[in-house]
C-alpha cells in the first residue's frame, strides 16, 4: 500500500508539473522576450534611473547584480539589530552581531539557513520587511542569471546579455508575486494562519501555561516554497501545523517548489527556438529526481530495528499526518531544490536515509534546482558534457550552435569545483582548528562520533548549496557556525553567479556554427545519458570520501 501511494504521488506530481512545464514555462518566456513594459515597471525604472532598453554587458549585469544583493544584506541586517525600535517586535530584543549576519547573508544568498528560533527571535516586521521581501528579491536575482546564460546561447555575436534591472523586476512583478499571492488564499484556505495576533497565553488540560504564536504566515509560506527559499516562520519550519496543516497542503508546497524549476527548461527551449533541448534538460532532471525519491523512500520503508518493523517503517522525526511517502516525497523536493524547507527531521532518518538529502544538495542542487540556479546550474552540466563527448570523437565540441573552448570549459570547471571546496574546506577547518574542533564537539553536535560529523557535513553542504534545511541535531548559533557558515554561503552563491555571467559574456559574442555531421545531437537520449553521467560522477569522485567518514559509516 506504501508503494502504491509513492509511485501515484509521483504520478500525480508528474501530471501536475507536465502542464507547469507546458504553459508556466511558454509564460516565463514571453515574460523575458517581451518587449513592452508594465506601466508599474516604468515607473519604478524612471524611481531608480533605469533605461529598461539599455543592454548589459555581463560585466555591467555582475555589478548590477552585487549591488543589489549587497544593499539588500545590509538592509536585513539593519532590520535585525533594531528590531527593538520597530512595529510589531513583539517585545524581542535586537539580533545579536554573528547571527544578524548570518541571517542576513542566508536569506539574501536564498540559503535561508536559521541558526535561530524564529517565533522566539524575530517581530513581524523583520519577518516581513526583511526576510519575506528577500524571498523575492533572492529567487529573482537567480532567475535573472538563469535568463543572461540563455540569452548568450540564443545570441549571435552580441557584446551584452541583458538588463539585470528589467530582468529582476518582471521576474518579482510578473512571475512571483502573482504566483506567491495566488498561493497564499489556497493556504490559507487549507487552514495556514495569517493574522497579527501576539503570543497567546493558554491554560492546558493539564494545568500548565502555554504560549501560542501567530502571525502572517501564509503570504510567507507561499513564496517561501516558489522561490525555493525555505527559512520556516516557525522553528519546526513545515512540520509546523500553523505552517503546514495536513497532507494536501504539504503535497500543494510541493508542487509550489518544483513548478517554477521544472518548468524553466521549457522557457529555455523556447528562447533558444528549439524545444526538444529544453526537453532533454527536463529528462535528466526528472530521472535523477525520480530515482533519488524512490531511493530514499525504500530505505524509510525497510527501516532495520524493532520499532521501525513495528511502526511500519522508520517513524522517528516523521509527522503521523504526512507518513513516510509524503516525508520522502517532501524531502527530496527541497533538497533536489535550493528549499531547504523540511517537514520532517533529516536528522532522525535512518543513516543511509539521511545520506539522501545531503546526496541530493551535493549533485549541485540541477534536479531540477532552485528557481533559475538549477537552470543555469545543469547548462553548466551540459557544457562538461559536450566537451567530453568531445573528447571522445576528436573534435571542438559545440553546444547549441557554441564552440566550447579553453575560456569556456575553465569557467564551468571552476564553477563545479567551488561548491565541494567550501563545503569540504568548511567542514575540515571545523574539526582541525583546535578551539573551533572543541566549541563544535562539546556545543554543536548534539551526537557525538559518525552522525556528529554527518551533522557538520551536512551543514556546510546546505550552506554552500544554499539549500538552508538543517539535520536538526547541530546548535549553529555559535561565533564560529554562524559567521564560518555566512562565508560560506555568501562565496557559495555569488562566485559560481560571477563564473556563470563571464560564461554567459563569452558564448553571447560568439557566432553560431552550422551543425556538421560530427557534431553531437543534444536532445537524444545518448546526451540525457551523458548528461545524467557527468552529474552523477563528478559528486561521486568528489564526496565518496568525505562520505565514508559520516553516513556511509554509521549506515554500514
Not at 46 to 63: C, F, H, M, N, P
Not at 91 to 116: I, K, R
Not at 226 to 250: K, Q, R
Not at 346 to 358: A, F, I, K, N, R
Request: overall charge neutral; proline content about 4%; some cysteine.
Amino acid at each position: 500500500m506504501e508503494w502504491f501511494s509513492a509511485v501515484a504521488s509521483l504520478v500525480a506530481l508528474g501530471v501536475i508539473l507536465a502542464f507547469c512545464y507546458r504553459y508556466l514555462g511558454d509564460y516565463m518566456a514571453w515574460t523575458y522576450v517581451s518587449e513592452k513594459d508594465w506601466r508599474a515597471e516604468r515607473g519604478f525604472y524612471r524611481l531608480i534611473g533605469v533605461d529598461s532598453k539599455a543592454e548589459q554587458t555581463w560585466q555591467s549585469y555582475l555589478r548590477a547584480m552585487l549591488i543589489f544583493s549587497v544593499v539588500g544584506l545590509l538592509i536585513v541586517y539593519l532590520l535585525q539589530r533594531v528590531q527593538h525600535w520597530l512595529p510589531y517586535s513583539l517585545g524581542m530584543a535586537g539580533v545579536p552581531q554573528a547571527l544578524a549576519f548570518n541571517t542576513a547573508a542566508s536569506f539574501t544568498t536564498n540559503t535561508n539557513w536559521q541558526s535561530y528560533s524564529p517565533e522566539q527571535t524575530l517581530g513581524y516586521s523583520v519577518q516581513l520587511g526583511g526576510l519575506a521581501i528577500q524571498n523575492f528579491m533572492s529567487a529573482a536575482v537567480g532567475m535573472a542569471v538563469a535568463i543572461a546564460l540563455v540569452r548568450a546561447f540564443a545570441g549571435r555575436k552580441q557584446a551584452t546579455i541583458g538588463n539585470f534591472w528589467v530582468d529582476v523586476t518582471r521576474s518579482t512583478t510578473r512571475i512571483l508575486l502573482p504566483i506567491a499571492i495566488i498561493a497564499a488564499v489556497v493556504l490559507m484556505a487549507g487552514g495556514v494562519i495569517q493574522n497579527f495576533h501576539a503570543f497567546s497565553h493558554l491554560t492546558t488540560l493539564a494545568g500548565n501555561a502555554q504560549q501560542i504564536p501567530g502571525g502572517p504566515v501564509a503570504s510567507q509560506e507561499a513564496i517561501k516554497e516558489l522561490g525555493t527559499n525555505g527559512g520556516g516562520f516557525f522553528n519546526a519550519n513545515s512540520a509546523h501545523p500553523y505552517e503546514n496543516p495536513s497532507a494536501w497542503t504539504s503535497f500543494f508546497q510541493i508542487v509550489l517548489m518544483l513548478c517554477i524549476p521544472f518548468a524553466l527548461p521549457r522557457t529555455f527551449g523556447r528562447m533558444v527556438g528549439d524545444n526538444r533541448q529544453g526537453y532533454a534538460i527536463l529528462t535528466a532532471m526528472a530521472i535523477i529526481f525520480a530515482a533519488s525519491y524512490l531511493t530514499l523512500t525504500a530505505l524509510q520503508l525497510g527501516g532495520h530495528g524493532t520499532a521501525p518493523q513495528l511502526a511500519g517503517g522508520a517513524m522517528e522525526g516523521i509527522e503521523q499526518r504526512f507518513g513516510i511517502v509524503n516525508s520522502s516525497l517532501f524531502t527530496t523536493t527541497s533538497t533536489t531544490t535550493s528549499t531547504g524547507a523540511v517537514n520532517a527531521m533529516h536528522d532522525s532518518y535512518t543513516p543511509l536515509g539521511g545520506m539522501m538529502p545531503m546526496l541530493n544538495m551535493m549533485l549541485g542542487e540541477v534536479t531540477p534546482g532552485g528557481v533559475g540556479t538549477g537552470l543555469y546550474g545543469m547548462l553548466v552540466d551540459a557544457v562538461i558534457a559536450v566537451f567530453v563527448a568531445g573528447l571522445l570523437v576528436g573534435r571542438t565540441p559545440e553546444y547549441l550552435g557554441k564552440k566550447i573552448g579553453p575560456r569556456e570549459i575553465k569557467l564551468a570547471s571552476l564553477y563545479i569545483l567551488v561548491t565541494p571546496t567550501l563545503v569540504l574546506a568548511g567542514t575540515a577547518l571545523s574539526f582541525s582548528i583546535p578551539g573551533v574542533r572543541t566549541n563544535v564537539a562539546d556545543t554543536s553536535i548534539l551526537n557525538p562520533g559518525v552522525h556528529g560529523m554527518s551533522e557538520v557535513l551536512y551543514a556546510f553542504t546546505s550552506g554552500a548549496n544554499n539549500n538552508g534545511s538543517a539535520f536538526g541535531g547541530l546548535t549553529a548559533n555559535t561565533y564560529w557556525m554562524n559567521t564560518a557558515l555566512g562565508v560560506v554561503m555568501i562565496l557559495g552563491r555569488f562566485v559560481p553567479i560571477v563564473l556563470v555571467l563571464a560564461l554567459a559574456g563569452s558564448l553571447a559574442a560568439q557566432n553560431k556554427v552550422p551543425a556538421t555531421a560530427g557534431t553531437l545531437p543534444t536532445h537524444r537520449p545518448m546526451f540525457i545519458g551523458l548528461l545524467i553521467g557527468v552529474v552523477l560522477i563528478v559528486t561521486a569522485l568528489t564526496y565518496f570520501p568525505v562520505l565514508t567518514l559520516g553516513p556511509l559509516a554509521e549506515g554500514l
